[in-house]
């Protein structure tokens, strides 16, 4: 299995642009979930999905922040405009809902706004 | 609202000793999990727990859990060097919504 595939692995891009991160979760697995990692706020849990829809996305920081599962395989999550405080690392993980099972992360993508 | 606190947040330890990470948390669980991650990676899974009283050993490592305490242990045996990294529990509130403690950043000297 090739895990989760999050890209792009890396991204510079200047203040007010729009970024959009995805994710492509292990096959079969029915929950996805967002978290940011700081050195600040160390991780934190953004928005969360179930069978490609959103269950909580109390985490979510901003309006500035949308994230989006139009089916199984795909998820996305934009910043627009973005700021230099939304720099981070943006994980995305996925499960299967069954008892005993680990939650599995992708590589991250590394965002810096300048 | 689900609090998780680690401690200690850093520890430095030699070669060949013991010592235990401890994770507290504030509401209700039946799943907690321990990841590692090193420094430039993602997290790597370690354990999940599910019950009460239970334990896993993986090498040097073994998790436990105690639900009425609301308290799991990460127990490093005879430490190595290759230990070093970052460790994070993370708790299950319900409906798989998961939430991760500071982490613990383990530096084991040769």
């Known amino acids: 299995d090739a895990g989760v595939i999050q890209s792009p692995r890396h991204e510079v891009t200047e203040m007010g642009q729009e970024v959009t991160l995805r994710c492509k979760p292990i096959s079969g697995h029915d929950y996805l979930f967002w978290y940011r990692q700081t050195m600040m706020r160390g991780l934190e849990l953004l928005i969360y999905f179930n069978n490609n829809v959103p269950i909580d996305d109390s985490g979510m920081p901003e309006d500035r922040f949308s994230a989006k599962m139009p089916n199984a395989s795909f998820s996305t999550l934009k910043i627009q405009p973005s700021e230099p405080r939304d720099s981070a690392v943006y994980f995305c993980?996925?499960?299967?809902?069954?008892?005993?099972?680990?939650?599995?992360f992708g590589e991250g993508s590394w965002l810096t706004v300048v | 609202e689900l609090k998780v606190e680690q401690n200690p947040l850093f520890l430095s330890m030699q070669e060949g000793k013991n010592y235990t990470i401890y994770c507290n948390y504030s509401?209700?669980?039946?799943?907690l999990y321990w990841y590692r991650q090193d420094p430039g990676k993602s997290l790597e899974s370690l354990f999940v727990?599910?019950?009460?009283?239970a334990v896993k050993q993986e090498g040097r490592l073994m998790a436990s859990l105690d639900t009425k305490a609301r308290l799991s242990t990460l127990h490093i045996t005879a430490a190595v060097h290759d230990l070093s990294a970052t460790y994070f529990c993370?708790?299950?509130?319900?409906?798989?919504?998961?939430?991760f403690g500071a982490g613990t950043r383990l530096f084991v000297k040769a």
């Open positions: 993980a996925s499960t299967l809902g069954l008892s005993g099972n680990t939650i599995y």
């Open positions: 509401t209700t669980s039946d799943r």
């Open positions: 727990l599910l019950s009460n009283g």
């Open positions: 993370a708790v299950e509130t319900g409906g798989f919504k998961t939430i």
